[in-house]
């Protein structure tokens, strides 16, 4: 069974802040960075990929960032200069990456792939977040002057593919990123996101230390557990009307966060009071609270509709309290926790989160050059003995509402033939 627990996994509110606090509590690396069982002092290093990362792991294990993030081997005299000392103790996470294993056997085989295609956004990826970014526009000042319910749905539809496309982009360097600002059109945060999102969910997919499961609690509980009547039967029922409010809840816990000192204000933050404001400006206060909040809604259950329903959360896929498999492996836990429904059009992909086995695998890589690897994928899947199917989103609905109603461990220990 998955063992580590973070210390603060269950406090009422949860943050992805202070998700990074408890990590830094639990991983005790003296305010330094660990990788594997060294820990190092990156706070003059300049990070390619923007300081913020180095600045928001500070005091953690990055060791899953380090070695997913950067799709090319960083030169072992550069990560030296940095070291200090070696950690003490354990890591508190289970995952490998040996150089024979799934993982970095893969990795080896995409190298030369992302080294001639690069791993940066192609030409029709920015054009499409630029589309969409353009249509919201359009579509939010059409609602202005002409208010209605249904262009109010409209424009969040719109919004929410806009900002699951900019998902994209907060994973990749900030130099080359500047689009990952269109997520912050919605009433979320970019940076929070990547942390919540980039750095927890992806490196720790269903497990314990996964803030995108935990934060659910207690009213929607995926994990193997004891269930009471409202998390086993009727979390089914509230569980769409509770995705539809969310955005709007997060504005307000962030706003909360931000007045009471505990977290600083973003310039970006303030785009959403921006929209409110021009709303303001050619409606009166009631209705436009009423198109604010319905087209915002809508975003943010085109975005968590298409994100939980169809990547994590089915009967086949590993969370905490499952027996897991014995290979340690970090490649393996994520072909365990991720499947995917079939999208061959970059569009459909880039709005819904497709691809998503490969994306995990290699986050800081742009989603349009991710179709190239498959073949890589599959190469080392039959290697290691290991089926990765795809699904249909009815079945992936319909697996996620049997996780939520599950209550008994399920093991992923593999037979032997």
């Given at each position: 069974?998955?063992?580590?627990?973070?210390?603060?996994?269950?406090?009422?509110?949860?943050?992805?802040?202070?998700?990074?606090?408890?990590?830094?509590?639990?991983?005790?690396?003296?305010?330094?960075?660990?990788?594997?069982?060294?820990?190092?002092?990156?706070?003059?290093?300049?990070?390619?990929?923007?300081?913020?990362?180095?600045?928001?792991?500070?005091?953690?294990?990055?060791?899953?960032?380090?070695?997913?993030?950067?799709?090319?081997?960083?030169?072992?005299?550069?990560?030296?200069?940095?070291?200090?000392?070696?950690?003490?103790?354990p890591r508190n996470y289970r995952y490998t990456?040996?150089?024979?294993?799934?993982?970095?056997?893969?990795?080896?085989?995409?190298?030369?792939?992302?080294?001639?295609?690069?791993?940066?956004?192609?030409?029709?990826?920015?054009?499409?977040?630029?589309?969409?970014?353009?249509?919201?526009?359009?579509?939010?000042?059409?609602?202005?002057?002409?208010?209605?319910?249904?262009?109010?749905?409209?424009?969040?539809?719109?919004?929410?593919?806009?900002?699951?496309?900019?998902?994209?982009?907060?994973?990749?360097?900030?130099?080359?990123?500047?689009?990952?600002?269109?997520?912050?059109?919605?009433?979320?945060?970019?940076?929070?996101?990547?942390?919540?999102h980039a750095i927890s969910h992806h490196l720790?997919?269903?497990?314990?230390?996964?803030?995108?499961?935990?934060?659910?609690?207690?009213?929607?509980?995926?994990?193997?557990?004891?269930?009471?009547?409202?998390?086993?039967?009727?979390?089914?029922?509230?569980?769409?009307?509770?995705?539809?409010?969310?955005?709007?809840?997060?504005?307000?816990?962030?706003?909360?966060?931000?007045?009471?000192?505990?977290?600083?204000?973003?310039?970006?933050?303030?785009?959403?009071?921006?929209?409110?404001?021009?709303?303001?400006?050619?409606?009166?206060?009631?209705?436009?609270?009423?198109?604010?909040?319905?087209?915002?809604?809508?975003?943010?259950?085109?975005?968590?509709?298409?994100?939980?329903?169809?990547?994590?959360?089915?009967?086949?896929?590993?969370?905490?309290?499952?027996?897991?498999?014995?290979?340690?492996?970090?490649?393996?836990?994520?072909?365990?926790?991720?499947?995917?429904?079939?999208?061959?059009?970059?569009?459909?992909?880039?709005?819904?989160?497709?691809?998503?086995?490969?994306?995990?695998l290699f986050p800081s890589v742009d989603h349009?050059?991710?179709?190239?690897?498959?073949?890589?994928?599959?190469?080392?899947?039959?290697?290691?003995?290991?089926?990765?199917?795809?699904?249909?989103?009815?079945?992936?609905?319909?697996?996620?509402?049997?996780?939520?109603?599950?209550?008994?461990?399920?093991?992923?220990?593999?037979?032997?033939?």
């Open positions: 069974m998955e063992k580590y627990i973070m210390s603060d996994r269950d406090v009422a509110i949860k943050t992805s802040l202070r998700w990074l606090r408890g990590r830094v509590k639990d991983d005790n690396c003296e305010g330094l960075w660990r990788i594997h069982d060294q820990l190092y002092d990156l706070s003059e290093f300049k990070h390619p990929g923007g300081s913020s990362w180095i600045e928001l792991t500070k005091g953690t294990d990055i060791t899953e960032a380090f070695e997913t993030m950067h799709v090319q081997d960083i030169s072992p005299a550069l990560v030296e200069k940095y070291r200090v000392k070696p950690a003490i103790g990456f040996n150089e024979d294993g799934f993982y970095k056997t893969l990795k080896r085989r995409v190298q030369p792939i992302l080294k001639q295609s690069g791993t940066g956004p192609s030409f029709q990826s920015k054009f499409l977040q630029d589309m969409l970014a353009i249509g919201f526009f359009s579509l939010f000042l059409t609602l202005c002057k002409f208010p209605s319910s249904f262009l109010a749905i409209l424009t969040g539809l719109v919004l929410g593919m806009c900002t699951s496309c900019a998902h994209n982009f907060f994973h990749q360097a900030d130099k080359k990123a500047w689009r990952r600002f269109y997520f912050d059109l919605s009433l979320l945060s970019h940076r929070d996101w990547r942390v919540s720790y997919t269903n497990s314990f230390s996964d803030i995108e499961v935990t934060s659910l609690e207690p009213f929607i509980n995926f994990l193997p557990a004891e269930k009471n009547f409202i998390q086993h039967t009727l979390s089914h029922f509230y569980v769409y009307f509770g995705i539809f409010i969310t955005f709007p809840l997060e504005f307000v816990k962030r706003t909360v966060l931000v007045v009471s000192g505990e977290q600083e204000l973003l310039i970006e933050n303030l785009l959403p009071i921006l929209q409110f404001s021009i709303l303001l400006f050619f409606n009166d206060v009631s209705t436009s609270i009423f198109l604010w909040l319905l087209f915002h809604s809508t975003s943010g259950f085109w975005l968590i509709v298409t994100s939980v329903t169809t990547t994590h959360h089915h009967p086949e896929l590993y969370h905490a309290g499952d027996v897991p498999r014995e290979d340690t492996d970090w490649g393996l836990h994520q072909v365990d926790t991720v499947r995917d429904v079939e999208k061959k059009n970059l569009a459909v992909v880039l709005t819904t989160f497709g691809d998503h086995l490969l994306h995990h349009s050059k991710l179709a190239q690897l498959y073949p890589a994928l599959y190469e080392t899947c039959k290697e290691f003995q290991e089926v990765y199917s795809f699904k249909i989103v009815p079945e992936m609905i319909l697996g996620m509402h049997q996780r939520m109603a599950n209550t008994k461990p399920t093991s992923f220990v593999k037979k032997l033939n």
